[in-house]
């Protein structure tokens, strides 16, 4: 089955974030060149929901602002809803009730925090979901504290009766290993009403989501429950070192991409590739390269070690970037080569040129950044400061040193050397001076 249109999400996302020790709302920290919440926008959109509802609480205009510009937002409906205060998660979909009555098919249930949940796993959720019941992901850990642990009926293992939370659990029922993700596909009719119904009699004092699991069942519906395999899309992220292990998981699944797209990345644990960059296939990328989210590299290039490519960088075929290069907002043509310790900015390189090693393109003034074009086929000799704006023309050639000034615009076929570069004269008859 594919999902229907007509199902709706439901991200759960107005936690402070209080151990993150950060003045970001906590679904706005980077994760592989952008929000953490985008992840969970493309985790929704897989699914194809008529809307897409996220609960905010703490720092909501940032958030939703970012929700927003999410590139997928015009795929699907969104609505922000407001949760104050938080009062768990049950209340946290609640405050969704307006938005839910009436419908049809699933209520998924995600969480802002998780970033690394495969949209696969979601669809194969949806899909296991029984008519009038619901599905949800489990997980069996070696150590389940501070989970929920899922309960089953001994005669029909396969059922789920409910969920116990860990703080009200038996000490028989915190020996069980079998915890509840989180994840909910939920039937939509009836929904707002059982919502209605939860209480907050409990340890915590919450209205916890997991109640509606024995609400379905003592209703006499079905609840299935779908193993994850890979125990890493259950990564939460409620601390920055948690943040930092949710982006390994993510930045590996980038890597493999690329890998499987015919790009040879020779060390992959040195290598940082942000969502949203496109390399060609034959591409070589050497150790301790670090590529920016939107940069665009073609077939047969070679980048690194130790590169950084930033926004807005281009390599057209065949070019190559190396040792300590930095390039941003730069276009380097076919077969350029900048392979020694450079600095590339506000540039387009002509194809077939040779930037030197220690090369600068200075485009920044001190209040504005400047642009510079340097032609086909030049030759920019070692150790040169080109110092935007200006323009090298085709087949062009600076000296070793040579310290091009702002606005110089050197002819095609020139020499110029010096501090400042100038052109080297010739006496009759061709000769050098």
């Known amino acids: 089955m594919t999902p229907s249109p007509t199902h709706a999400v ?63 937002a015009g795929g699907t409906t969104q609505a922000i809803v407001r949760q104050e205060p938080q009062l768990g998660t049950g209340h946290a979909l609640q405050c969704c009730s307006e938005h839910l009555a009436g419908g049809g098919g699933a209520v998924v249930v995600l969480y802002g925090d998780m970033p690394a949940l495969r949209p696969e796993t979601l669809v194969a959720l949806v899909e296991a979901r029984p008519e009038g019941g619901a599905s949800l992901l489990v997980a069996e850990l070696e150590d389940p504290t501070g989970y929920g642990r899922i309960l089953r009926d001994p005669a029909h293992p396969e059922q789920v009766v409910g969920i116990v939370e860990e703080r009200d659990a038996s000490s028989e029922q915190r020996a069980l290993r079998e915890v509840n993700v989180g994840v909910y596909a939920l039937p939509a009719e009836g929904l707002p009403e059982r919502l209605a119904a939860l209480r907050n009699d409990n340890a915590q004092g919450e209205y916890y989501l997991t109640d509606l699991i024995a609400m379905l069942v003592a209703d006499g519906a079905q609840v299935r429950a779908v193993p994850l395999a890979d125990l890493g899309e259950a990564r939460g992220v409620n601390t920055l070192a948690q943040l930092g292990e949710a982006r390994a998981i993510v930045q590996e699944r980038i890597l493999e991409q690329h890998l499987a797209a015919g790009v040879l990345i020779e060390d992959p644990a040195t290598t940082y590739i942000d969502h949203g960059v496109t390399i060609g296939a034959g591409t070589h990328i050497l150790p301790c390269t670090v590529i920016r989210s939107g940069v665009v590299i073609g077939a047969d290039c070679e980048v690194g070690p130790f590169s950084h490519l930033r926004v807005g960088s281009t390599l057209e075929d065949g070019a190559e970037v190396g040792n300590f290069t930095e390039t941003k907002k730069a276009t380097l043509g076919r077969g350029v080569k900048a392979k020694h310790l450079s600095y590339l900015g506000d540039v387009n390189i002509g194809a077939g040129t040779n930037i030197g090693a220690g090369t600068i393109v200075a485009n920044y003034d001190g209040k504005a950044k400047h642009h510079t074009e340097i032609g086909p086929d030049a030759f920019v000799g070692s150790g040169s400061v080109l110092i935007a704006p200006s323009t090298v023309g085709r087949g062009a050639t600076t000296g070793g040193g040579a310290i091009v000034t702002r606005g110089s615009q050197i002819p095609d076929g020139e020499v110029w050397v010096g501090v400042p570069a100038r052109p080297i004269r010739r006496r009759e008859g061709g000769e050098d001076l």
């Open 10 to 72: 439901a991200i759960l996302a107005a936690g402070k974030g209080t151990r993150m020790r950060s003045p970001l709302a906590k679904v706005l920290h980077p994760l592989c060149g952008r929000p953490m919440l985008h992840w969970v926008l493309d985790q929704a959109a897989a699914l194809a929901p008529g809307k897409t509802l996220i609960v905010l609480g703490d720092r909501s205009e940032a958030v939703e602002a970012s929700a927003a510009a999410h590139e997928g």
